[in-house]
Structures are given as C-alpha cells and as structure tokens.
C-alpha cells in the first residue's frame, strides 16, 4: 500500500513549480523532502494533500486514482511552520477537534486527547485559549492535533522551527516513531540536512521544483547521484575544486598536485568535492590545499573556518575554539577517501568509497 505519485507537474502563469516528480511513499514510513527555500517542497505537499491539482502526471493511492480529488475526501493532515488553531478554542479542544468531527466517542476523545498532550508537553495548559500560549506551545497544539487525527497522509512542512532546541530534538526522535506506528505515511520538509539525517527513513532532495535523488538517506548522503543532490545534503555547503587527472596524479588550479590510486577512472577535467567536517586544520598526509582565511566563525564546540582559494571558497569545520587572523594562509588536509569526484557536467562518477558509478 502505498501513495504513488507519476509525473506529477505544477505550473503557475507559464511557470514551474514542479517538473516532472515521480516518488512512491509506503505505509508506515519516513519521508523527508529536503531543500533550500523555494525548491518546491510546499509546493509538492500541497499537491499530495489535495490542496493544488497537479498539471500533468498522475497521482494514486492503494492504487485508486486520486489525482485532483479534494483535499476534503482525502484522509490527511497537515501542520505548517506557521501554526494555526482555532482562537476561540482551549487548547484540549483545539487538540481532539478532528475527533469530534469524525464522531469519536467521549471515551477516545478524553483518552487520545490526554495522550497527545502528554507527549506534546501540554497537560498544564489545556484549559487556556491559543493566545494564551507561547509560539512554541501553539505550535505543540498543532501537532498533537495531526497526531490524534490518525490520517493516513502526515504532512509536516518545517514544522519544529519554531519550538526550542530540547523539544526539537526530542520531537525528532519521537515523531517518526509515533507515526510510523499509526501505519500512516509520514512526509517531512525542511532545508537542514542534519534534521534529514536525524529523521532517517527516506529522502527525497529537490531543486528547483524537481526531485534530483530520493532514496535511503543514510544511503543518499554517502552517494549522491550529482553534484546538486550532494549539495542539498550538505551544511555547511559542499566544498569543490577543479582537477586534471593524469595517470594517479591530480593538479589543482594553483599548479599544486597530489597522488592517490582510490580512484579508478579515465584521465581528464573532474572536479573534487568534499563536506566541511573532513577539511582538517593540519599538516597530515593527504592531500593538502592551500588558501587564506576569510573570516572564522566561533560556536563555542566548534569553529567554522572559511577559505578563499582564488574564485574557490571553502569551509573547514574544527572542534573547539580555533582562532585565525582573516588574511592569514592557511592549509587544509584532506584524506583521498572522503572525497567526491564528478565530471564536469556535475555527474558523480566516484563516491567516497572509491566505487566507479555505472
């Protein structure tokens, strides 16, 4: 059983908002559509829940055609980044309302209710009206309202945004988990990378209104299918670089070179990408680039040190606190088996593990 989306195209006064996107999204699991501000992640969830009608392509469910059916006959729920409640509701209302909708009894109601409250951090607050809530707290209704629903489509677009760091990353754990129980199909957007990662399941990257890869995350993360999805799935963004492979011998733009066998394919222009965490402040063997600091960004666990390298920019991340003067020069140590090549056109034509890709 399954959502199966052919096709499916949206375009608005001659524009695209979604090329081509084609996904099957099983029962029971995670699904994260993950991508920058404007990539069509809205735009793609609106469509599933029945909200838009697609311009071309096909969407079924179990199998029955659902294309354009409205949003009313279809069994969905859906919490946005910017809650919305009824104000003139309390907040145990606002909760079970979908309950009462579909004509639960007082039992169910006051029982799945309390549960929802429970786990969303609510029980205190039930008696009070939405406006008497923080943002965090109205955003928490929302949820425990799409919880209690049981639809068999969650849709969920950035909708931990507003909640502080403890809730966030206890809600991300717990989340899934909860829905996937319910057998319901569970959709996720957002534009970090770490929050697909933490989510698991499946992701689909999108660009531009078009799926570039959708998969196991885990998987897609080590072996993006170009060098867009690789950006997608990466923060701080994906380093690169020009190379000219002859024999095992790579040159870089600045006339340096450096050796590795790991990766066997024809000689020619590739350019090397490589994520922030594995650009090492150091002097150890590997291949080393060379640039200036640019500016150095402190969190406290972390520093984030960024590179100028002619037209290139790079971003090195290194535990602690790690002090650079902007101007100074710098080097950076790469290990040959953390790196991405791709053609020039973009394509990955090794990943990290050295593995030629068909």
């Known amino acids: 059983m399954s959502l199966t989306l052919t096709g499916i195209g949206k375009r608005v006064a001659g524009e695209d908002h979604i090329r081509d996107v084609s996904l099957t999204l099983a029962h029971g699991t995670v699904n994260v559509l993950l991508g920058p501000t404007l990539s069509g992640k809205t735009s793609l969830m609106r469509l599933m829940a029945g909200l838009d009608k697609p311009t071309a392509g096909t969407m079924t469910f179990d199998g029955r055609d659902i294309t354009g059916l409205d949003v009313r006959k279809r069994s969905v729920a ?81 909708p931990l945004a507003n909640l502080d760091y403890k809730l966030r990353e206890e809600l991300r754990e717990e989340l899934p988990r909860l829905f996937a129980a319910t057998g319901s199909i569970f959709v996720y957007a957002t534009t970090e990378p770490t929050e697909a990662l933490l989510l698991g399941g499946h992701t689909a990257t999108l660009w531009e209104g078009r799926v570039t890869q959708f998969g196991r995350t885990a998987e897609i993360y080590r072996t993006p299918r170009d060098l867009i999805t690789a950006k997608v799935l990466s923060d701080p963004p994906l380093n690169t670089v020009s190379v000219a492979k002859s024999g095992n011998t790579y040159r870089l733009p600045d006339g340096s070179s450096f050796e590795t066998g790991r990766f066997q394919v024809a000689d020619g222009a590739y350019l090397i990408g490589f994520r922030a965490h594995h650009a090492r402040l150091s002097d150890a063997p590997g291949l080393h680039l060379a640039g200036h600091v640019a500016v150095s960004e402190i969190t406290g666990s972390e520093s984030y040190i960024h590179v100028d390298a002619g037209a290139d920019r790079w971003v090195a991340l290194a535990s602690g606190v790690v002090k650079v003067d902007p101007g100074a020069p710098i080097r950076l140590s790469l290990d040959p088996q953390h790196l991405f090549l791709f053609s020039p056109s973009g394509a990955l034509v090794a990943a990290a593990d050295a593995a030629p890709v068909a």
């Open 78 to 158: 859906m919490v946005y980044q910017q809650f919305i409640n009824y104000p003139t509701l309390t907040v145990f209302e606002n909760i079970v309302s979908p309950l009462r909708v579909a004509g639960a009894s007082k039992a169910e109601i006051e029982k799945r209710g309390q549960e929802a409250a429970a786990l969303l951090r609510l029980t205190p607050y039930l008696d009070r009206t939405p406006l008497q809530l923080s943002g965090g707290q109205q955003q928490r209704t929302a949820i425990a309202r799409a919880l209690v629903k049981g639809a068999d489509l969650v849709l969920m677009d950035e």
